[in-house]
């Protein structure tokens, strides 16, 4: 089956403007989380959406922001981009369960953002 | 806040080389996994440990789990260029998994 699928690839921005990323989980599987993946920090988690309901949030600050639909792709958008937002941005979805995060991780090959 | 480090951050050896990376922390995970990634891709999940002291493995690699499942442990028996890749253990806790920092393995032929 598909596995996920991460738009766009690769983008530039500039200091203070907003981009949307978005994300397909594989078919069936109803939890998608985002992280941040930078050389410095590792991968930080962002965020967790299950059946289009905030499951889970890291320590981000407001300005990064997500969304799930009905079917299941989700979308995150970071507002008055700053330069520390460069990094590479990851999807990963799984079947999960309602109430408790489990199973393995299924990661896209992520969108990497350069801000400028 | 609960945090997993992993050691050492880099590791380059040759091949046929043993090597052991670690993952520890003073919090309590239900479970714990590795992942493994390559230039351009998305992690790929290796093992999933859930036991105190549970021991997995999967072909030259070794997993551990440890008691008190605060730590675990990866070794890899000798290695080979394809082992090559950025090695991220995850800890399972509060409805969340948290990365390590990674393991930047380079193996040469």
């Known amino acids: 089956k598909a596995g996920v699928t991460q738009t766009p690839r690769y983008l530039i921005k500039t200091r203070g403007q907003q981009v949307t990323l978005s994300c397909s989980p594989i078919?069936?599987?109803?939890?998608v989380s985002w992280y941040q993946q930078t050389p410095g920090q590792g991968l930080q988690f962002l965020f967790e959406?299950?059946?289009?309901?905030?499951?889970n949030k890291g320590n981000f600050p407001g300005r990064f922001s997500g969304r799930q639909f009905s079917n299941s792709r989700s979308e995150m958008n970071v507002s008055t981009l700053e330069l520390g937002d460069s990094a590479l941005y990851l999807c990963?979805?799984?079947?999960?369960?309602?109430?408790?995060?489990?199973?393995?991780?299924?990661f896209g090959e992520g969108s990497r953002l350069t801000v400028l | 806040t609960q945090l997993l480090e992993q050691s050492p951050q880099f590791l380059s050896i040759q091949e046929g080389e043993n090597l052991t990376v670690y993952c520890n922390s003073s919090?309590?995970?239900?479970?714990l996994q590795w992942y493994r990634q390559e230039p351009g891709e998305g992690p790929v999940l290796l093992v999933t440990?859930?036991?105190?002291?549970e021991v997995k493995k999967l072909k030259r690699l070794t997993f551990q789990f440890g008691d008190a499942r605060k730590d675990s442990s990866l070794h890899i028996t000798a290695a080979q260029p394809g082992d090559t890749g950025l090695y991220l253990c995850?800890?399972?806790?509060?409805?969340?998994?948290?990365f390590g920092q990674g393991t930047e393995l380079s193996v040469k032929p």
């Open positions: 990963a979805s799984s079947s999960g369960t309602s109430g408790r995060y489990t199973g393995e991780l299924f």
């Open positions: 078919s069936g599987h109803r939890s």
């Open positions: 959406y299950f059946s289009e309901t905030q499951r």
């Open positions: 919090s309590v995970f239900s479970s």
């Open positions: 440990v859930v036991t105190g002291g």
């Open positions: 995850a800890g399972e806790g509060r409805g969340k998994l948290i």
